[in-house]
């Protein structure tokens, strides 16, 4: 079972490491959030090399993960470069379930993470599955005792507070996933009907944390430093799981280290160190999707690059015209070229901003 630790309080935390067995060893518990569309090996890789203290695939259906076609074993891609290689599954059928894991095991994975929060309509409705699971805590349970069952390594949850206000069961299911041997439980402080709208509930995250002899991960609009810190005092987990708040800045995370360790911020990368980023980042993804593929992929991740940076409007539209990889890299270093000469810093989006954008 893992070893929980309580948060410091005052202006600094100590970040203590979470043991899951199966030597399976957070050492830093702010986590990379899976996000859909985002968190492919690339952008794992490079969050790891950042800081990050685990990182965890893109959710993968347990169905898809079986017929293993070329899209899903590319999502299911495992980091084997140090560090933890976490995959997350969802489905609704616990046979189904285990032998995914099973595949997901023999493909490197030290860590399987189960989704029971997504709240997207063609998976919580469609398939039965991520969110929809926490209005059957019976199905639930079935799911995650096989999953368990079906791998030596750690299991661990994703859920959110419930599937509305009026069935707020976290802290119930984390015990019945504890009961069914379940490492490590992250909570997202919304409903399914809230999807990404509303604050995220980081108080709420207490009555998991009390629930359960488990660690807790706090998850839901952290995207400032202060955020992390407040996160943690209101919910007293274990750790952070971060996404949003890195869309564009795959360096916050350990920006948010450093200040819940020393309870000061440190300063954004220089421009010429983000240039750095934003071209490792790019040729990770074309070496990784191809180069059709990759240009098309990693145009959001060059929008949210840009943010905060003088002509980045222009910029985008240019970026999403072009068809040719060559030409988008000519295009990046000219545009940051110009504006490292001029020594202009990159203003950090504000909080707002980064909360609209989708999760």
């Not at 859920?159 to 069914?180: F, K, T, Y």
């Not at 007293?236 to 819940?260: N, S």
Request: charged content about 20%; hydrophobic content about 45%.
């Amino acid at each position: 079972m893992g070893k929980c630790h309580n948060w410091t309080t005052g202006s600094a935390s100590k970040l203590a490491a979470i043991e899951l067995g199966g030597h399976v060893r957070i050492a830093t518990p702010v986590i990379l959030a899976p996000m859909s569309g985002v968190t492919d090996l690339p952008f794992r890789r490079l969050a790891k090399q950042l800081g990050a203290g685990m990182v965890v695939s893109e959710m993968i259906a347990s169905w898809a993960m079986i017929r293993e076609n070329r899209k899903t074993l590319a999502m299911a891609a495992m980091d084997r470069a140090g560090g933890i290689s976490a995959l997350q599954l969802a489905g609704c059928e616990p046979a189904a379930m285990a032998e995914a894991v099973r595949l997901a095991v023999d493909q490197g994975a030290d860590l399987i993470d189960i989704n029971f929060g997504c709240p997207v309509k063609k998976v919580a409705l469609g398939q039965q599955a991520g969110s929809a699971l926490m209005r059957d805590e019976q199905a639930a349970a079935a799911i995650l005792a096989a999953t368990v069952r079906a791998v030596p390594v750690p299991v661990t949850l994703k859920m959110r507070m419930g599937w509305d206000h009026g069935s707020l069961n976290a802290p119930r299911l984390a015990r019945i996933a504890e009961d069914c041997g379940i490492r490590m439980v992250t909570v997202h402080g919304r409903t399914r009907q809230q999807f990404y709208t509303g604050t995220a509930d980081w108080d709420f995250i207490a009555q998991v944390k009390a629930a359960v002899n488990i660690p807790v991960i706090a998850n839901g609009d952290i995207v400032t430093e202060e955020d992390a810190a407040e996160a943690l005092r209101r919910s007293g987990a274990d750790g952070l799981m971060i996404g949003r708040g890195c869309y564009g800045r795959p360096w916050f995370i350990a920006q948010v280290v450093h200040f819940l360790r020393l309870g000061q911020p440190v300063a954004e990368p220089s421009l010429a160190d983000q240039k750095s980023v934003v071209t490792t980042h790019y040729s990770s993804i074309l070496d990784h999707f191809g180069s059709h593929a990759g240009v098309r992929l990693a145009r959001k991740h060059v929008s949210w690059y840009s943010r905060g940076l003088p002509g980045s409007a222009e910029f985008r539209a240019a970026v999403n015209r072009l068809a040719d990889a060559a030409a988008v890299l000519r295009l990046i270093d000219s545009f940051y070229d110009g504006l490292i000469a001029r020594n202009v810093a990159r203003t950090v989006p504000r909080r707002d901003e980064m909360l609209a954008e989708a999760a």
